[in-house]
Each structure stands twice: as C-alpha cells, then as structure tokens.
C-alpha cells in the first residue's frame, strides 16, 4: 500500500520529518504565516491562487500555459504519494484562510538521497519571504527523510526562483542548457553560513512583529475601573508617562476615565489600534482576543493572574489565528521610551527613566528591582517587556528586537526557562558581539536527580548546561539582580579591559589587602610590578608607601597624588585596570570621581568608597562621563571581573563549526536504527557497534571482538599476534577496573584461556560476553563525552581520565556544535592541558588532535539525535595520536527535530 509522507499514519509521517499540526512562523514584515502538509480540503484552496496567477507566472512554474496547468497542479498536490513532500503556506483572515503559497519535493527514486523542487508564490504576496520559508521547510523535511540535494529545473527568465534559491543561504550551482532551461542543484548541509542567514531572516521577522508592541499607533486598555485596579494603573502610568499617542479604555458603564476616552466594548474601538493592554479575569480572556484579532488589533499584553493551561494554551492559538503577537500573561506589562515614544504600560510603583537599556523579564517582582535600579543609576530604560507565563513571545524575540534597534546600548535579562535555548544561544552571541547581553542566571540548582550511567551525564546539572550556555554566548551571568545593575553600570562606561592584570591602590593598607583577594577570588590577577614601576611609585608617592602591587600611598595622600598614582600605573602597560579603594580621613578630602578622573586611555579605573551606604552610585567625571562608584571591593572586582571576559569573549577570533572529513552520517543511523529495531526502547550499544558508530565520524579505537565463548576470545587474540585486553561486559556495568574486570598485557592461548576463567569465576552470570581488545598505547588518559539533552542539546565534556576520572573531578562543558574556538577553550580549561603540554617532563599529547577528536563527538551527538549519552574513557592522547581505549554510548528513540528552523514558539 501506498502512504503519504505528508497525510499518510502517524509514523511514516514522523519518520519523514514533517509535523502533522501547522507550524507558524513570521514572514519579513512581521506578518504570521501557517506551513503545514497538503491535505485532500485544500483544493479549492490551492485551485483559488493559481486562478490569480498571471499567464506568464503559470509558465514559469509549470512550463505551461492556461488555467489547467493549474488545476492539474492542484489535483496533484492533493493526491498522497510516497515519494513526496508538499506543503502550503496559508495566511488567516479570521476564520477564514488563504492559501499563498505550495510547494513539494519529488523524490528523483525510491532510494534517491535527491528530489527535484519546485513552488509557487501568490502574486500580490512575493518579495515577503514566503518561497524562502517554504524552500527552508522543505529542506527541514527532506534532510529528516534521507534526502540530501534538491535538483530544480527553471527557465532563465525566473528569476524570482532564481532569487529564492540564491538568498536561501544553502550552497548551490547552476548548469545553463540550450532552449532557456536552468538546472540548480542544491545542496541541503546545514552550516554556519546558512543558519546566519535564516537568523537574519528571523531577525527581520521577529523585530517588525514586535513593532506593534513597542511603537504602537495607538492603544487601548481593557478593563480599566473607575477608581482602582491593574487596569486603571495601567492607564494611569501611560497617562504619566505623557502617551502622546491616541490613547482609549473600555469599559462598558463609562464615556471617559481620567480624561481618557471610553469605549463600552472591543467592537467599539476606534480603527488602527495596534496594542491592547488586557486587564480582565480569567473567564473573559478568550473572548476578549478574539473580539482584538477580530478588530485587526496586533498585538496583545495580558497581566492577568493567574491563568490556566488550557486558558493558555487557547489564547496562543487565537493570537496564531489573527496574526497577533502576545506578551503575557501574568506579567507586568511593556515599555519604551524614545525620542518618538513615552510609553510605560506597567503597574510597577515608578514610571522608568528614560534610557539605553533594554530589559527582559519572567518575574515582574524581578522587572520592578532592575528598573528601579537604572533609573537610580542614571542608565534608563528603552524598551521593557515582562514576559511572565510567555505564552508566546519569548526571549528570543525581543533579542531580534535589540538586535535591530540602535538606540539599545545593553541587554538585561531574567529568564527562568528557555523554549529554545539552542536558538537563544545562536541569537544571544549576535547581539553580544555589538552590545553586553547580561542575564541574571535563575535556577542555577538541580531540581532532581536522573539515573545516569557514564561519569558525563552524573555530573550534568541544569547549572552546567547553562553556564556553557552563556560561557559560548558571550552572555554575562549574574547570580542575583544587585550583580546585574553592579555589572552593567561598569559596561555602561565602555570597560572592555584587554586582560585580566589589575592593579590595587588605596590609601590604607588593610583595604588595599582586602581589594587585592577581592579580585583573585573573582579570577583576576594580582600581578608583582616591575622594578621600574616601583621605582617611579616610590619617587612619587615617597618613601613611606607601599609600591608593590597592592600599592598604598598612605592616609594623608590627596586626590592630586593618588590620581597620579593612578594614572602611573595604568599607563605602565603591566596592568589592564585599576582598582581605586578610597578610606575617608582627616587628612585629605577625596571626591567620589576620583576614579573617573583619572581614567587614562583603554585601561578602566574603579573606585570603591567603603564609607557608601549603597552597594553601587554613579558619579560624573570632569569630562561629564558617568562612572561607577562601589561601596565594597567585592562587589567592584566581581564586576570588573565579568568586564574582563567579556572583553576577551569579544577579543576571540570569530570561528566556524569545523569542516570534517571522512564523515559516515548515513552509516551511523542506518546502524543506530538496527539497534532501535531490536530494542524499541533503547539501551547501551554491544562494545563493537559502538566502535562502529565511534569509526563512522572518524574515531579510532584499538581493534576489538565481543567474544560470548573461550575459543572466540581464544581466536580473535590469535588473529591480531599482540597483547590484548580482556575486559568484562554487561551493559550496566561501568567502573570495570574498581571491580577487577580488566586484565591487561595478555598474550598466547593460555593467557587467554586463564583470563577468560578468572572473569568467569569472578562475576559468573552477570557477564554478557568478554571484550578482547588490542592494547592502546600509552599516554594521557583523558574523559571526552556527550550527555545529549533534549532541550539544550549534546553538552559535549571534558577533562581528566582513567581510573582517577572522579578523583580528579576534571570537567569542562560546551554546548555542541563546537566551533574550532570552542573545542580548544574546552581543553585548555581544564587542569588535563597540563598533562597534554608534557606535565613535569612526561610526554604529552597531540592537542590538536583532542580538540579534532571533541569536535568529532560533538558532531555525532549533534547529527544522530538518539544518541542520548556517550563517553571515551580513557581516551588516550599520545605525541603521535590519539586512540578510544574504552567507550559506551546509550541510544534511545527520538523524533529529529531542528532547532533552527523559523517557527513560532
């Protein structure tokens, strides 16, 4: 029987990649558009937009002229076939839909790994994205279906097809043949240079889908009382705020609140509203946004609290319905000030200042802390969305927003869950390469234990995943909203330090002391000046001072003198910043702008005052620039030091995921896919499988044979004439060698043979089989493994290996994939790049082929999804190479999806 990849069961469905519910996305204009399969009810549908499609467009699409070429095009796309993908794009009117645009792939035979593709764009839509989005959703389609190329036959004059395959970002070619037909051919690698550039279509989508929200035409807000309420402060804040935009409320028994013009009902409203604030219990929610999207209203804010999954759950797909963005609910509301708006359409207790940062929350609790804060400190606020049970807009949308937006300076951030933290990863590191993107990192603690059963995935918290996260990002964690406001007020001044060097000076000793372990607890160094230094100090400050480094210039130096020693040392070049600790005395009257004014060049001065009450003040300079001053030198070298990395994030080279070779992806799943069919529900691959699929992204190991009888252990040591390992096996098994199951240096059929018994007698039933493996060379024994999550993806770790693994508690974490940048911080962030350097005389490793070898990994974790965990222990690293000498890897069944691919949440 024939079935459909698109219509057909559950399972054949699945297996080709495609989700059976609409998938909503945003075209460039902000406008949200479904992709879903083509179903047998969308022939009047598909019939309908190729009736409008010109003479000359038919014959671009079909190589025919005449309706029929359109309808015979209909009928097909609505007939199942195994060998093809088809999908429409459809934009809602209401209840009604609109279909824009098709498009399919033909498999070119049943194991062909290519299709040829073709598709069609309503006319009065084109230049909107929308054969992009289609083209991207079948590649997305294809790729999960075996399919690797798409061949696309047009003719020289289309160039609207030749448009959409030259900006889909997918690396093509294109072969000119006698009588005016163009073959293209197109391959469907997702690589860096791709995913750049549907992030920037995403950008573009995201960011005018959120204008509604941030410059709206006009507003209204629903739910507004008389005397009191979340609505009516609402009102009031925006009235506060000096809206100068057309402003309206509803409610049904008045003509006017506070000078602000009533409707009694949705339906009421004036035309081109485009953000409602909704204010209403829980049970009038639903029928409020569809009355909105009804009205053409654009976007929606809804403070309500609390609200019900499933009441979420509708809201989300009416706002999907009419094209509506939603912030909310249960949250505190949006702002933004610019030089065209004053908009704060929040309850909090203070209307915001005016300024550069742009913040995100969950918590409104959290927002009300950080504005209040920037206002305090002079930085403002210029766009705010508290995002609440993010129903809908997420994260991810307002960094496109800040993305595009110049007048955003800095990124402030409280996220408690990520929808898709693979794509805020992607988007986060953009933003942060043109402006600090700071986050404060809420729930840094295990919820809970889960069995795990390799070294990787029993020391993976949600803190590590996320930690490697921000680390990859550029994003700047914080641990509480008082070292956000601390460390952006730093930022703010443009402190991007070009290193780590930080020079003390104070004018009392103690403190001086106190700041210098300040700043190498925080990762900070403390370095000794040179002779040099000192001297010129000593000559300045006198015989008295301290010229080492903590420097103290003593308690009756003025500003004039402690400026200048500032100023000395900064100018030296043996430090990157200085940290100015100031103790009030009799003796000299020393201004809090102390620092600020003897800022010299690149190299940041930071004051700390112990006598201030508050943890951070901004003083202005004698150039009229801000500058920090903190009350405590904890607080001050905690945020110099998030600046010091921040600054050398931005100073890494920019790199790609590496290009390898010798690569057997489709090998690799038909052999995962083997195990899956005889064990549905997973498990650990047999010994030799895993060396299979080990071997499949290049990864060497020493020969090995799975031997379940004597004379099989017996025969494959014969075979290879070395020394061989005996190890044994069952699948739960993992500290092999605590348990006296790894016997080493064997050779001859009587070693064999004695082996063989001792493991025997030893665990008797438990074992499986008995591994006989080649002896690895000697050399640095290193832990590389993968825990493959299901949110955040493969979580690729390293370290220090061998028997000593736990002891050594050796562990670095990124995220894959890993870009050549990320694979070699990945080693030399653990103590284990001593032992490769050649610790204490030994002889060490190849480094580059551990950091190829980690990239190797990742890229199968990244590629073949089901693997759910995997490590090389010991991974052995030698001058000469580097060899796998023990591995295990866990599969489980899972649907493939792409986190990449533009889609609404």
Excluded at 808 to 813: N, P, S
Aim: charged fraction near 20%; proline fraction near 6%.
């Amino acid at each position: 029987m024939e079935v459909d990849v698109m219509t057909g069961p559950a399972t054949t469905a699945d297996r080709a990649g495609i989700a059976r519910e609409p998938v909503h996305a945003l075209l460039s204009d902000g406008t949200t558009v479904s992709i879903r399969p083509t179903a047998e009810a969308d022939l009047d549908g598909l019939n309908a937009m190729f009736a409008t499609l010109s003479p000359n467009s038919l014959r671009m699409r079909f190589f025919a002229s005449g309706a029929a070429a359109g309808r015979d095009a209909a009928r097909r796309l609505c007939e199942p076939h195994p060998d093809r993908i088809a999908l429409v794009a459809v934009v809602h009117h209401g209840a009604a839909e609109e279909i824009v645009g098709e498009g399919e792939a033909w498999r070119l035979g049943p194991d062909a790994d290519a299709a040829e593709v073709g598709f069609t764009v309503a006319e009065r839509l084109r230049g909107r994205g929308i054969g992009t989005l289609l083209l991207e959703h079948l590649a997305d389609a294809a790729r999960a279906a075996g399919i690797r190329r798409f061949a696309a036959e047009t003719l020289s004059e289309n160039l609207a097809m030749k448009r959409v395959i030259a900006s889909a970002g997918l690396h093509h070619s294109a072969t000119f043949e006698h009588g005016g037909a163009v073959f293209h051919d197109i391959d469907l690698t997702e690589d860096d240079a791709f995913l750049e550039v549907v992030a920037d279509r995403e950008f573009t989508g995201s960011a005018a889908s959120l204008t509604p929200l941030f410059r709206p035409r006009a507003v209204a807000v629903v739910g507004v009382g008389r005397t009191r309420g979340v609505g009516r402060a609402i009102l009031e804040h925006l009235l506060a705020a000096e809206f100068d935009r057309p402003l309206f409320a509803v409610n049904p028994h008045a003509q006017e609140i506070a000078g602000v013009p009533c409707a009694r009902s949705i339906e009421l409203l004036p035309d081109r509203i485009d953000l409602a604030m909704l204010a209403l219990p829980q049970d009038g929610l639903v029928e409020a946004a569809i009355a909105c999207g009804r009205h053409g209203i654009r976007a929606l804010t809804i403070v309500t609290s609390p609200v019900t999954e499933p009441v979420r759950t509708t809201l989300k797909a009416v706002c999907r319905r009419y094209g509506m963005r939603l912030v909310g609910p249960n949250c505190l509301g949006v702002a933004a000030f610019g030089p065209d708006i004053t908009m704060d359409a929040t309850f909090g207790p203070h209307t915001p200042l005016a300024g550069s940062a742009g913040v995100g929350v969950q918590s409104g609790g959290v927002g009300i802390a950080i504005l209040d804060h920037l206002s305090r400190l002079g930085i403002g606020t210029g766009s705010f969305a508290s995002l609440g049970d993010k129903a809908d807009v997420s994260g991810n949308d307002l960094l496109a927003w800040w993305a595009r937006d110049p007048a955003t300076e800095s990124v402030l951030l409280h996220l408690e869950s990520f929808g898709n933290p693979r794509k805020f990863a992607r988007y986060a590191r953009r933003v942060a390469r043109t402006k600090p993107v700071l986050i404060v990192a809420a729930g840094r603690s295990a919820a809970g234990s889960r069995a795990a059963a390799s070294h990787t995935a029993a020391s993976v918290t949600p803190g590590v995943t996320r930690d490697a996260l921000y680390r990859q990002a550029g994003v700047i964690a914080t641990r509480s909203v008082a070292e956000l406001v601390e460390t952006a007020v730093l930022l703010a001044t443009g402190a991007r330090p070009a290193g780590h060097r930080v020079a003390v000076v104070s004018n009392a000793g103690g403190t001086g002391v106190l700041g210098a372990d300040a700043c190498v607890e925080t990762g900070l160094a403390v370095p000794e000046f040179s002779a040099a230094l000192r001297e010129r100090l000593s000559t300045l400050l006198g015989p008295v001072a301290a010229c080492g480094n903590p420097v103290d210039a003593g308690a009756g130096a003025d500003a004039d003198l402690l400026r200048e020693a500032v100023q000395t040392v900064a100018s030296s070049g043996e430090v990157d910043a200085v940290l100015l600790l100031l103790v009030p005395t009799a003796l000299a009257e020393l201004p809090a702008s102390l620092a600020a004014d003897a800022r010299t060049g690149t190299v940041p001065a930071i004051a700390v005052r112990v006598d201030q009450a508050a943890a951070v003040e901004t003083v202005l300079g004698s150039d009229g620039r801000p500058a920090p001053v903190y009350g405590d030198a904890e607080n001050a070298a905690r945020a110099l030091s998030h600046a010091c990395d921040y600054a050398a994030w931005l100073r890494r080279p920019g790199s790609e995921v590496p290009t390898l070779s010798d690569i057997r992806s489709r090998d690799a799943a038909r052999l995962i896919s083997l195990f899956l069919a005889a064990h549905p529900e997973g498990g650990w691959l047999p010994p030799d499988r895993a060396a299979d699929l080990l071997a499949c992204y290049g990864i060497g190991c020493p020969r090995l044979v799975l031997a379940t009888d004597e004379q099989t252990a017996v025969t494959a040591a014969a075979l290879w004439g070395t020394p061989v390992a005996m190890k044994a096996y069952w699948p739960e098994l993992v500290h092999k060698s605590d348990m006296g199951g790894v016997l080493l240096g064997l050779s001859g059929p009587e070693d064999i043979r004695a082996g063989w018994r001792r493991l025997h007698d030893k665990f008797g039933d438990r074992l499986a089989g008995v591994i006989v493996q080649e002896m690895a060379p000697v050399g640095v024994e290193l832990l590389a493994g993968v825990d493959n999550d299901a949110v955040f993806g493969p979580l690729v770790a390293f370290g220090i290996g061998g028997t000593g693994t736990d002891l050594a508690a050796d562990r670095a974490f990124r995220l894959a994939p890993l870009t050549g940048a990320d694979a070699g911080e990945l080693v030399r962030s653990t103590r284990a790049a001593r032992l490769l350097a050649g610790y204490r005389g030994r002889p060490g490793g190849d480094v580059a082929v551990v950091r190829e070898v980690l990239s190797r990994l990742a890229l199968l974790a990244a590629e073949q999804t089901c693997v759910a965990e995997a490590e090389i222990n010991p991974l052995i690293a030698a001058p000469d190479g580097v060899t796998a000498a023990d591995f295990r890897i866990r599969v489980e069944p899972r649907t493939p999806t792409d986190p990449y691919l533009r889609r609404l949440r």
